[in-house]
């Protein structure tokens, strides 16, 4: 049982965390756009995140807060 | 469940201003986990240099200097020496280090003073919108190198790490990467180390950290790193150029 | 107290320095101040101090920033092509408003020009020297016993103003020995620097030494607030010596070694019947403007005296304000103006025959 939170208004939507995702359930979410006028990244099936913390390595934005 | 990964204490809770997929953010991160991990937020004084993270003080949470262009190296110097019990580092990218502040790199490594340098290497000035640095790759196109870094016209990139083990005073030099997360685990050890070194006072430490420029190299965030990984580790390849033993190795 | 040692100028000024409590010292060699860096040498290892012969003038000034910015008393010193090169540190510590003390042993110029006295670094410490708008505090001594007592002040005003202090003397001030009381106790102040980027120890908010101010609005209250600060130094630092000048026919503006020699003009003078009186600024910055108001109407003029080709004299125009003719007569190269020729000077203006009319 894992869990990652994302903080989307921090989030400038480059990318970096969805190739590291060994589950690539990290997606860009083109429906939402924060307040900096970026498409932030999200997970798209939360159940299958092992909380590798992968993502949150790779994030230069200190989005991503990862639980296990 | 519990928290396995978040911001640390010593990197301020304050948005980034870099661009987005920038890596300073994910080396200034690893800074702030070593200052955690070391339990030295306190006890730290960091130096800013010129160029993007020209404000790096409003992002690390420990107190910090800004100095000017290259000299950072030279500020750390008059600190450490006036704060004996201090942890001091800078933080320079490679036109402040590599260019203008050639001299004072060099000198702070040959006295050994007790400072630890993370030296962000993107081949690239950023700031001032991707003109040529001394560590622009041959071929490399920037907007003052137009049809690429010819040697004959702009010389050779410098390869900073070697040139510096080469002197005695230097105790560890290490070059890492963040163009992936193996890379960027051995980016943080190799961070940590260079501040122990410093804490047992066995000399200069540097840590140089390839990085990207998605902004001036005019590619995507992903597409950035991989061109790190296929050109630049060719002419910069990773690895410890200079190392020391340290009491804490011992204790392992 | 009271007993005199005969010492060298440029020791002095590393004894005044230790005295007012500078334990960290970075220099670079060059003539005709390098003196004050063996002394350091030897004394700072002896007491555990902070010696560091740095890679360059640059580096030298950067690290008296470093030192500064945590809090701690800290000099360099050289003389003037080395201070053309820590003019960029002296302006990034003005910005970030750091207490640093810098000697100035002026050789002549321009470029490596010659390492015998000169005074015309007056321009490039006076009227800032490195970029933007901002004051260093400038002291002229006009010997050795005043150069240990303008040392230990300049330490104190810059913590007490948080400001750039140089300390401008010429080569034969550096060179010269003369005698020499120390009464420091009474001089040394103390501050409190809770601004200073020293280690929080969790205790505090960090603190951050900086000169950039990226948004117009911010840089330009923070130059709001240098200025006045500056205003405050104005109404309160300045200090001039004024000898002679009530009744005077004539009167010297000089300042330093050119001051020393006036004082025998005016003997001279004397005997011929002409009264001269002397202003000499011991505040470069803030400039004894009062002192030359004061005195604009004194019948025959105003002489400026330097070892320059008239810089001070731009300063001594602008305090007079068109009131009176403000004459000029200057050496260079490394020489001093001498006894008798400024005397002609003063002889020429006194029976209105004119003079180098500025």
């Known amino acids: 049982m894992a869990k990652v939170t994302f903080r989307i208004e921090r989030c400038k939507g480059c990318r970096l965390c969805l190739n590291v995702c060994p589950k690539k359930i990290i997606a860009i979410d083109e429906s939402v756009l924060n307040a900096k006028g970026y498409h932030p990244a999200g997970v798209t099936e939360p159940e299958k995140c092992i909380g590798c913390a992968f993502c949150a390595t790779m994030c230069p934005d200190c989005v991503i807060t990862v639980e296990r | 469940m519990s928290i396995v990964f978040e911001r640390p204490h010593a990197l301020i809770d304050r948005p980034l201003h870099y661009c987005p997929g920038c890596t300073h953010g ?227 | 107290m009271g007993e005199k040692i005969l010492m060298k100028g440029n020791e002095v000024i590393a004894e005044a320095a ?61 003389s003037s092509p080395g201070i053309s090169l820590k003019q960029e540190g002296i302006s990034y510590a003005a910005g970030a408003e750091l207490p640093v003390v810098i000697i100035d042993i002026v050789r002549c110029g321009p470029g490596l020009g010659g390492i015998l006295p000169a005074q015309c670094d007056y321009f490039q410490m006076v009227k800032g020297g490195g970029h933007g708008d901002y004051h260093n505090i400038v002291l002229a001594p006009q010997g050795v016993q005043e150069m240990y007592e303008l040392v230990v002040d300049a330490f104190n005003l810059a913590d007490k103003y948080r400001n750039p202090v140089v300390v401008m003397g010429d080569g034969y001030m550096g060179q010269m020995m003369e005698a020499v009381e120390f009464r420091d106790v009474e001089r040394i102040e103390r501050y409190d620097k809770p601004w200073a980027a020293c280690g929080s120890e969790m205790k505090r908010e960090h603190n951050t030494i900086t000169s950039i101010y990226i948004e117009a609005d911010v840089l330009e209250a923070h130059v709001n607030h240098l200025y006045e600060k500056y205003r405050l130094i104005e109404e309160n ?20 070694t050119c001051a020393r020699v006036t004082k025998n003009v005016i003997k001279d003078a004397a005997k011929m019947g002409i009264k001269v009186g002397l202003i000499r600024p011991v505040t470069l910055w803030p400039f004894p403007k009062k002192a030359f108001e004061q005195y604009a109407s004194v019948p025959k003029g105003i002489l400026t005296v330097e070892m320059s080709m008239g810089q001070m004299v731009e300063d001594v125009k602008l305090a007079v304000g068109g009131r009176n003719n403000v004459y000029f007569y200057g050496r260079t190269g490394g020489n001093v103006p001498a006894q008798k020729d400024i005397l002609a000077e003063v002889v020429k203006i006194a029976r209105g025959e004119g003079g180098d009319l500025r």
């Open chain 2, 26 to 252: 994910i080396i200034h991160r690893l800074v702030a986990e070593v200052l955690d991990e070391l339990g030295i937020e306190g006890a730290t004084v960091g130096v800013a240099s010129v160029g993007c993270t020209y404000n790096s003080y409003e992002y690390f949470n420990c107190d910090m200097v800004q100095a000017a262009h290259g000299r950072a190296p030279a500020v750390a110097t008059g600190i450490r020496r006036s704060l004996p019990d201090r942890t001091v580092f800078t933080y320079q990218g490679d036109g402040d280090l590599a260019a203008i502040g050639t001299a004072e790199i060099v000198h702070a490594a040959t006295r050994g003073e007790k400072i630890t340098t993370i030296f962000v290497n993107n081949a690239i000035y950023g700031m001032t919108s991707g003109q040529m640095a001394p560590t622009t790759l041959v071929g490399q196109v920037t907007t003052t190198t137009p049809f690429g870094r010819k040697p004959e016209l702009h010389g050779y990139p410098i390869r900073v790490c070697e040139m510096l083990s080469t002197l005695e005073g230097t105790a560890y030099a290490e070059r890492v990467a963040v163009n992936n997360v193996p890379n960027i685990k051995k980016a943080k050890a190799a961070i940590k180390r260079a501040f122990q070194v410093q804490q047992e006072r066995k000399g200069f430490a540097i840590v140089e950290v390839l990085s990207i420029c998605p902004t001036n190299w005019g590619m995507s965030p992903e597409k950035s790193l991989e061109w790190l990984g296929e050109n630049m580790m060719e002419h910069y390849p990773l690895g410890v150029y200079k190392n020391v033993e340290l009491t804490s190795d011992g204790a392992k």
């Open chain 3, 18 to 78: 230790l005295r007012a409590g500078c334990r960290h010292y970075f220099g670079y060699p060059i003539t005709p101040q390098t003196e004050v860096a063996h002394y350091m040498a030897r004394k700072m290892e002896e007491i555990g101090g902070t010696f560091v012969q740095a890679e360059s003038e640059v580096a030298a000034i950067n690290m008296v920033y470093g030192a500064a910015s945590a809090g701690v008393r800290a000099m360099t010193s050289s």
């Open chain 3, 237 to 256: 630092e300045v200090r001039a010596d004024v000898f002679n000048c009530d009744g005077a026919d004539v009167i010297i503006a000089a300042y330093g």
